[in-house]
């Protein structure tokens, strides 16, 4: 990606071996060396350096330690980025991942089966399209769009119709739920 201009910003692995002054060690080895300067503004420490990683080259890592004592490794190729930016690089990840796993569960992003790519490229806008009418029909905000699509598909199972009433002859501890 760096060869084509593209900065990206990931987590590392606490076993993958980096080299830093010219000694080789697991990132999580190289976390218990370093002093972590309490950063105010995330409310964690960090510090920031560069390593060469054999698989990505020359990168910038930032060790993070939060409140509960747990150690984090981003890694970026933006060599020149401060440790703040590759921070809220991170952060703002989590709110995409979260639309992709919803696109994926309750839009049908991962059930497409075809071979050809005029036709992926259709399901991809469909399954989009699919994921913005669910944050649409959301009835209020902190309504998931797993609530807004078993809603909306009940309200279309039952066409109106009012549920069945409960069997008499089922036992009385399953009425409650029939």
């Known amino acids: 990606m760096g060869r084509l201009g593209l900065i990206w910003v990931g987590t590392l692995n606490p076993r993958t071996n980096v080299i830093w002054r010219n000694e080789r060690l697991a990132v999580s080895d190289l976390a218990v060396r370093l002093h972590l300067k309490w950063?105010?503004?995330?409310?964690?420490?960090?510090?920031?350096?560069?390593?060469y990683a054999?698989?990505?080259?020359?990168?910038r890592l930032v060790v993070t330690r939060n409140r509960h004592r747990?150690?984090?490794y981003i890694?970026?190729?933006?060599?020149?980025?401060?440790?703040?930016t590759i921070v809220l690089?991170?952060?703002?990840?989590?709110?995409i991942e979260t639309i992709f796993?919803?696109?994926?569960?309750?839009?049908?992003l991962e059930a497409c089966q075809c071979w050809a790519d005029q036709a992926m490229v259709r399901h991809v806008g469909i399954v989009l399209l699919t994921f913005v009418v669910l944050q649409m029909l959301r009835v209020d905000h902190e309504e998931s769009v797993g609530g807004v699509k078993e809603r909306w598909q009940l309200e279309v199972?039952?066409?109106?119709?009012?549920?069945?009433?409960?069997?008499?002859?089922?036992?009385p501890h399953l009425r409650v739920t029939a």
């Open 157 to 171: 199972a039952q066409d109106g119709e009012l549920p069945p009433a409960p069997l008499k002859a089922s036992s």
């Open 75 to 84: 890694v970026s190729n933006d060599l020149v980025a401060d440790l703040m």
């Open 70 to 72: 747990n150690y984090e």
């Open 101 to 108: 796993r919803d696109s994926k569960q309750f839009a049908g």
């Open 39 to 51: 950063r105010q503004q995330l409310e964690l420490r960090a510090i920031a350096l560069e390593v």
């Open 89 to 95: 690089r991170q952060r703002s990840r989590w709110r």
């Open 54 to 59: 054999p698989k990505h080259g020359v990168i």
